[in-house]
């Protein structure tokens, strides 16, 4: 059984980790380069890991996103591409977009 010094142990333990960790970042923040080839790095492995989840979902989806066809995911994916580029780089107007054309396009059941 957990008793309440284990409960406040563990608290503290991780709050200090935690912290240690966000003090660590501010200290070192003004010797950051932004633009090395470390940062440039990061944000390719990030991108390539979403748009892999992403494609996933997509093209091999569970649950009741499966039960949607496979083209209304596509043409809505295309929509939302096509919105974000044409539209001045909008996230929250192609995603809207894309999730009204692939809402219609399922319940015409296209």
């Known amino acids: 059984m957990i008793d309440n010094q284990t409960i406040v142990l563990a608290i503290i333990v ?3 980790a935690t912290y240690l960790c966000r003090s660590m970042g501010v200290i070192f923040s003004s010797r950051l380069k932004i633009d090395s080839w470390i940062f440039d790095w990061i944000k390719c492995i990030s991108i390539g890991i979403i748009v892999a989840v ?7 989806p569970e649950g009741v996103l499966e039960s949607t066809s496979q083209i ?3 043409l809505a994916t295309i929509c939302l591409i096509i919105t974000y580029y044409f ?3 909008n996230i929250l107007l192609s995603v809207s977009l894309g ?5 219609i396009l399922n319940y015409y059941n296209i």
């Open 72 to 74: 209304s995911r596509f």
């Open 14 to 16: 991780s709050s200090i």
């Open 99 to 103: 999730t009204a054309v692939f809402t």
């Open 54 to 60: 992403i494609s996933k979902i997509i093209i091999f």
């Open 87 to 89: 539209l001045g780089k």
